[in-house]
Structures are given as structure tokens and as C-alpha cells.
Nanobody
Framework: QVRLVESGGGLVQPGGSMRLSCAAS????????MGWYRQAAGEQRELVAR???????NYANSVKGRFTISGDGAMTMVYLQMNSLKPEDTAVYYC??????????WGQGTQVTVSS
């Protein structure tokens, strides 16, 4: 059974930094895409950033230049380095992974709160 476990959320002041990590386990095959989504209260879940097998990355316009997604190369770990955080970045952040059969897996989510 595939498990995605996030870590690294919490409270940070505006302008601060935070790093999220996601560890994948239980897959008999590698993942094609790993990424981070977020869902603020009362809002729909949205893509923040993703990394594709081979290293290509995509970012939401709202986080470009502030957030950096990276992986371990084996698509078993994915990280999200978040800099210059803003109150509007407050949300539950979810790790996501797609396997080569197009199945999608989700982590349980980690709360990120940006507030003074």
C-alpha cells in the first residue's frame, strides 16, 4: 500500500522560510510525478509545484521565485522549500504522487500558517 507522509509544517512569520518533506513508501513501481498541492480554508485544492521524472518542474504563478521543489532523483522523496512566505500561503499542504499507471496518491496533509 502506497503511503505519502508529509512533515515540516507549522507556524512561521511573514517573510520567513519553511521546508516541507514528503516520503513515499509501499510502491512496487516508481512515480512519474510528485508534487505539492495546497488548500486554504474555503478554497479549492490547487497545485503549488510538481516535479516530473527526469527533473522538469512546474510552479503556480503565485509561488514562482519564492518556492523551490526538489526530489531525491529516485522519486521517493520530494521537498518544498518555501521562502518569503506570505499570509496568503496559509493552507494545508498535501503531497501527491502519480504512478505510471496514472493512479494518484495523496498524503494526509500538513498545516502551514503564515502569521505574525
Amino acid at each position: 500500500q502506497v503511503r505519502l507522509v508529509e512533515s515540516g509544517g507549522g507556524l512561521v512569520q511573514p517573510g520567513g522560510s519553511m521546508r516541507l518533506s514528503c516520503a513515499a513508501s509501499g510502491s512496487d513501481s516508481s512515480f512519474y510525478v510528485m508534487g505539492w498541492y495546497r488548500q486554504a480554508a474555503g478554497e479549492q485544492r490547487e497545485l503549488v509545484a510538481r516535479i516530473i521524472s527526469g527533473g522538469n518542474t512546474n510552479y503556480a504563478n503565485s509561488v514562482k521565485g519564492r518556492f523551490t521543489i526538489s526530489g531525491d532523483g529516485a522519486m521517493t522523496m520530494v521537498y518544498l522549500q518555501m521562502n518569503s512566505l506570505k499570509p496568503e500561503d496559509t493552507a494545508v499542504y498535501y503531497c501527491s504522487a502519480n504512478d505510471w499507471a496514472s493512479r494518484v496518491y495523496w498524503g494526509q496533509g500538513t498545516q502551514v500558517t503564515v502569521s505574525s
